[in-house]
């Protein structure tokens, strides 16, 4: 689980930075679409990571 929530946390820095990206207004082609704007990016990048510490979570908790 650990590799897992190290996945999802990479997932949700990556989300942040393309939300900070969008808020710089830095151009680039979209990624994935021009509808996706930096709160949706933001909001993602929120529950990975909120995610990725319930996995570190439940690893320490399933050990016991």
Do not use: C, H
């Not at 650990?2 to 999802?8: D, E, F």
């Not at 946390?9 to 082609?29: D, E, K, R, T, W």
């Amino acid at each position: 689980m650990g590799l897992t929530a190290a996945i999802i946390a990479a997932l949700g820095a990556i989300s942040a930075v393309l939300g900070v990206l969008n808020i710089l207004q830095i151009p680039s082609q979209p990624i994935l679409s021009d509808k996706l704007t930096w709160p949706f990016w933001m909001a993602l990048s929120a529950i990975l990571f909120l995610a990725s510490i319930v996995f570190l979570l439940g690893r320490k908790q399933y050990s016991d």
